[in-house]
């Protein structure tokens, strides 16, 4: 689901983030709120929203390299409205921020970009589509061919993604409730997508193949006021079915989930169906993370172990979170991606 | 014991207050000085450090239009989208503050000086009205602007830093830059910059801004100056300290006698004199506070005029200076007390109390051979020495070796004057000078060494203000300078002067890589301006007409020195293309080489480079009517404009004010000078009774007496001026000739001053004068009954 880094968005500006998800619950004032009758229209969704707070474009992926070496990769447009306008210029409230990941097995490579709205150095069109920040782009002819590159001091990629399957609303027709006391977002997925491209390491560069989930959210008040950060998990299974599932911490926790049928089939699962537990914690960043999960979804069957590939995958970026990717042993068997936030030590 | 032995230390003062205050008040005035002036390079420096973490100047590459124009918007989109980490700066004047806009969110150091804490909003910032951020003397004096005004102490003094949005409608410059800063870091892969933007040059980060490098040289003036006032004010504290201990041996040696360990009346007076340090040094911090206060004005408004450098001219209470004022007040003490307990420790037990005994002492053999030695050390240093520490090091022993000198070459003199004296009046009147000069040696040298730093410092600070004046005029031969912002306004800036009769040079340039180091490359025209207004520190024989039939190039003295090219060294000017130096020009302040070639060649060779900056000939009574020209044919903006005349008369101003410092200066230091005579006289006067009294039983005045010990001050200073003028002249060689050269690359030319050598000789006579004045004075008034008493009292 991606609720991450809504705080980011809310306030992004640097220090002010570091404070951290707890003040997610901001008000949405003049801001658009996401309605539950609401029918989302494509390609146009696929594009920016500026009357709403915060919205990204959010890519994760699980590779394989030519020796069998598991890799992931996130790809990441944050937008972010100081006021829910837009405009040509230096004054346009639209602020973005684009974070990009690669991580193996002992690394994790990560950087950041921000950037105003407004002057063209980031944004987003929805066809044919084009979201970029600086040299970073996702972008192609349509919304099921992307081509997919970023690069940082230390690392870049540059990578194509096909669609094999269709857009997946989640929760009400794309009506993803987040609290008990009704916030929500407008939330769908491509999970479909089939990768192959080249990374590039410090050690070279390295072919990949794989699969990538790419999740849009926008919202202009995500987080009820007591709810304190969160766990995602985005898992693919061998089966060829997908699990989008979320604890939103609080009191009490608040959880969702879809359930995605290979074919594209999605059923919605409302709070208390889907259950996260850690059951190891690591020492990550000077935080207790924790790096190993059993997750359950029991109307499914679904009762597995989630264990990150690395467990050092922190985001050191303005605002701090851990995401990485994870494999999936247990009932069923796959590989996937977990994001947490709001572990501020 | 302990307070037995106190008590009698601090009767000792109790019963001589004057030489408490003499001792107080000779440290607290060495510190004073000392502290004053590290108080004005404190706070300049300071000032300069907040500019460059403001402006990302020096620590960051920027990337600049090659033709020193502005930068479309569009371009720094491109570059970011072609992989570069670059972050866009837009500054011009609003008012009489400097605007300067910046983007937050890619600039590597954040907001600079701006602090972005859990209080700032970078949404009041980004958005809205806008902020704009600056000390609150610079928010004053902003024009209204609408924007919120955000109190930034740490901003550099009279700049302003907003969103480069606002600043860009503040400044009417919508979609212009600047520069960009190139962050530190970039990415793995980014397209070439000649690929994406051809036009723009990428220069490396310098190790200062160019404005540190400019102020170094007035900065280290003023150090110099700091470190003769140390000097100065050492000997004083020297002086002083050993008059204290002279004047107590007969307590210290009753003291003694009645059981006193030597051990603990060292150790009490050594935790007296640290407790009277302190207390000076107290007094002196705040003394040299009050100085500094009274000169940063005058040093600011110097420094912005000379450099454009902003410094802020209100004083900061820094630790750094006041702890290290401190630090001087007692170090120095210890320095001075040092040989004096050393003294008192071997000091027999049953040693008489003759006071001049001590003092005789310090003459002899041993000052000759260290003050020939420390002189040989700096003419060795000069001649051999590498690297400014050599330089430094070099000034240090010709200044004490200087004032070494003095006694020994004082004793010389008066021998002299005593075998040429006739009648026994003026036998007395020497022998009795001669007799007193040790007493007297320690203030006489302070004032031999305030005198030479206030010669060289002169002499440096009025050389370096005909050169700079003479180069403004080389440089500024033009009556009117004009930038233009493309090859069309250029063409028009052109025809319109060429209409109106003006004589157009323009002025080719580009940065290249000569012999290794970063240059400018100058294509100068054809034209009698140059061969009238240019002059040459060397040159071959037709240097112009050489250069003009493209034989050869012209470099500056920095690209001479660091290069080492030599007239008729082959300088490779472009690829295949290397030409002989035809001559070396002088170019004060500019961090970086230079060299000219002659048009023709300028444009065969770069035909990248077009001419957007043109010098103009005209009628300088027309330069007015010119310049409405321009802005009406040409629409050149009144600040693309630069007027010979105003430059000049500005540089002049600003020369005015350096002199308003130095000779505040010269005066205190020659004052505090002064004190010391006073001092050392007042305490002299007590002691010199015995010695005055058969004078005055043989018929000699009082009056009379008090006059041959005003003429003998006077003597004295004269003598001791006579020996610091080419002391002073040494200093002011070392520092323009060796300093300058090994810290800034350039040497400046040394001119004499000698009117201003006579008013400071007149000065330091006249300092001399008044501090004798007053023991003159009393000595007129000494009760017969005391005269009379030397002769019925043992001594």
């Known amino acids: 689901m991606n609720v991450k880094l809504l705080a980011v968005l809310v306030c992004l500006p640097m220090q002010a983030l570091a404070q951290g998800f707890a003040g997610l619950g901001s008000e949405a004032g003049a801001f658009a709120v996401p309605k539950p009758d609401t029918v989302l229209q494509f390609p146009a969704d696929h594009g920016a929203h500026p009357d709403y707070r915060i919205e990204w474009w959010y890519l994760t992926a699980n590779l394989t390299g030519p020796d069998g070496t598991p890799y992931g990769l996130q790809w990441t447009l944050f937008r972010s409205a100081l006021a829910p306008t837009d405009g040509q210029g230096w004054d346009t409230p639209q602020l973005w921020m684009g974070h990009a990941a690669v991580t193996t097995p002992d690394a994790h490579f990560v950087t950041e970009r921000l950037a105003r709205g407004g002057i063209g150095q980031a944004g987003v069109q929805a066809a044919p589509f084009s979201a970029w920040i600086d040299d970073w782009v996702m972008e192609g002819p349509d919304f099921n061919r992307l081509r997919l590159a970023a690069s940082g001091p230390d690392f870049g990629y540059d990578v194509a993604l096909t669609a094999t399957g269709p857009l997946v609303l989640h929760g009400q027709q794309g009506y993803s409730v987040k609290s008990a006391s009704g916030q929500a977002s407008n939330y769908y997925s491509q999970p479909f997508f089939d990768l192959s491209g080249t990374l590039t390491l410090p050690d070279g560069p390295v072919p990949v193949t794989g699969t990538a989930w790419l999740d849009r959210e926008w919202s202009s008040q995500p987080l009820a006021a007591d709810q304190t950060g969160w766990d995602w998990f985005s898992l693919s299974f061998d089966s060829g079915d997908k699990l989008m599932g979320f604890v939103l911490r609080g009191q009490p926790d608040y959880t969702a989930a879809t359930w995605i049928a290979a074919d594209g089939r999605t059923t919605a699962y409302a709070d208390g169906a889907f259950a996260a537990t850690p059951l190891v914690r690591q020492d990550v960043a000077g935080r207790k993370v924790p790096v190993e999960w059993q997750v359950r979804l029991p109307d499914r069957g679904v009762d597995v172990t989630v264990t990150a590939l690395n467990r050092a995958a922190w985001m050191a970026t303005s605002v701090p979170y851990w995401e990485g990717p994870v494999t999936i042993a247990g009932s069923h068997g796959g590989v996937g991606y977990l994001e947490m936030t709001g572990y501020d030590g | 014991m302990t307070r037995a032995i106190l008590s009698a230390l601090a009767s000792h003062w109790r019963r001589n207050p004057l030489q408490l205050f003499t001792l107080l008040a000779g440290l607290a005035l060495g510190t004073a000085l000392w502290s004053g002036v590290q108080a004005i390079n404190a706070e300049a420096r300071a000032s300069y450090d907040a500019a460059a973490a403001t402006l990302g100047e020096g620590s960051y590459a920027q990337i600049t239009a090659r033709d020193g124009g502005a930068i479309a918007q569009a371009t720094y989109v491109a570059l970011r989208r072609a992989g570069w980490l670059v972050s866009p700066v837009v500054q011009g004047r609003l008012g009489p503050v400097r605007l300067v806009g910046i983007e937050p969110l890619t600039a590597p150091g954040g907001i600079g000086a701006v602090p972005v804490d859990g209080s700032a909003d970078l949404g009041a910032f980004l958005s809205g009205t806008g902020q704009i951020f ?524 350096t002199f308003t410092v130095t000779t505040a200066l010269n005066i205190l230091t020659l004052a505090v000078a002064g004190f010391a005579i006073l001092m050392s006289l007042l305490t002299l006067a007590a002691m010199r009774l015995p010695h005055l009294a058969p004078v005055w039983a043989l018929g000699l005045t009082r009056r009379r007496l008090a006059g041959l010990d005003l003429l003998r001050a006077v003597v004295l200073a004269a003598l001791t001026a006579a020996l610091a003028l080419p002391l002073g002249l040494a200093l002011a060689w070392a520092l323009l000739a060796v300093v300058n050269v090994e810290a800034f690359g350039w040497r400046l030319p040394m001119y004499l001053f000698w009117l201003d050598y006579l008013r400071l000789g007149g000065l330091a006579l006249l300092a001399a004068a008044l501090a004798a004045l007053w023991p003159a004075w009393r000595l007129s008034r000494t009760p017969p009954a005391r005269l009379l008493g030397v002769f019925r009292h043992e001594r």
């Open chain 2, 134 to 657: 600056a000390r609150a003397d610079t928010l004053e004096a902003l024009p209204t602007t609408g924007a919120q005004g955000v109190i930034a102490p740490d901003v550099a003094p009279n700049t302003a830093i907003t969103d480069i949005g606002l600043a860009q409608r503040l400044l009417n410059r919508a979609g212009q830059i600047d520069r960009l800063i190139v962050a530190p870091v970039q990415p793995l892969t980014r397209r070439p910059l000649d690929q994406v933007a051809p036009d723009l040059v990428e220069t490396a980060p310098q190790g200062g801004s160019d404005v540190a490098r400019l102020t170094d040289s007035f900065h280290l003036n003023l150090t110099a100056f700091g470190l003769l006032s140390f000097a100065v004010g050492l000997f004083i504290v020297h002086g002083a300290i050993g008059l204290a201990f002279e004047q107590r041996r007969p307590m210290l040696r009753t003291l003694r006698a009645l059981g006193a360990p030597l051990r603990r009346l060292i150790a009490l007076m050594a935790v007296e004199l640290a407790a009277l340090a302190f207390v000076a040094g107290l007094i002196g911090v705040a003394l040299g506070y009050v100085v500094a206060a009274a000169l940063l004005p005058d040093v600011a408004a110097t420094l912005r005029g000379l450099y454009g450098a902003d410094v802020s001219g209100q004083l900061a209470l820094r630790p750094v200076w006041w702890l290290s004022g401190l630090g001087i007040a007692m170090g120095g003490t210890a320095v001075a007390a040092g040989g004096a307990l050393w003294s008192l420790a071997r000091m027999p037990l049953l040693a008489s109390a003759q006071p001049r005994a001590w003092v005789m002492a310090r003459q002899g053999p041993g000052l000759v051979v260290a003050s020939v030695g420390l002189l040989a050390l700096s003419g060795g240093l000069a001649l051999w020495g590498q690297g400014l520490p050599a330089g430094f090091g070099m000034l240090g022993a010709l200044l004490i070796g200087g004032a070494l000198a003095l006694p020994p070459v004082l004793a010389l003199v008066l021998r002299w004057g005593q075998a040429g004296a006739r009648g026994p009046v003026a036998q007395w009147f020497w022998a009795d000078t001669r007799q007193q000069v040790p007493g007297l040696s320690l203030a006489l040298m302070a004032l031999l060494l305030a005198m030479a730093a206030n010669v060289g410092v002169s002499t440096m600070v009025s050389s370096f203000r005909l050169t700079f004046v003479g180069f403004l005029d080389q440089r500024l031969a033009s009556e009117l300078y004009v930038s233009a912002t493309d090859a069309g306004q250029a063409a028009a800036v052109i025809a319109a002067a060429e209409s109106r009769g003006a004589a157009v040079l323009p002025i080719l340039s580009l940065d290249r890589e000569v012999a290794g180091f970063p240059a400018e490359i100058y294509g100068a025209r054809d034209h009698a301006t140059y061969r009238d207004a240019w002059r040459f520190l060397r040159e071959v024989p037709q240097a112009w007409d050489k250069l003009a039939r493209g034989e050869g190039v012209l470099i500056n003295e920095q690209l001479y020195r660091r290069a080492d090219l030599d007239l008729g060294a082959l300088v490779s000017v472009a690829p295949g293309l290397a030409l002989p130096v035809l001559g070396i020009y002088g170019d004060y302040g500019n961090p970086v080489g230079q060299v000219i070639v002659t048009e023709s060649l300028f444009r065969a060779q770069f035909p990248e480079g077009t001419a957007l900056r043109f010098g103009l000939r005209v009628d300088p009574a027309q330069v007015g009517a010119m310049r409405e020209a321009l802005q009406d044919q040409a629409g050149v903006p009144p600040t693309a404009m630069i007027d010979q005349a105003a430059i000049k008369a500005l540089s002049l101003s600003v020369f005015e004010r």
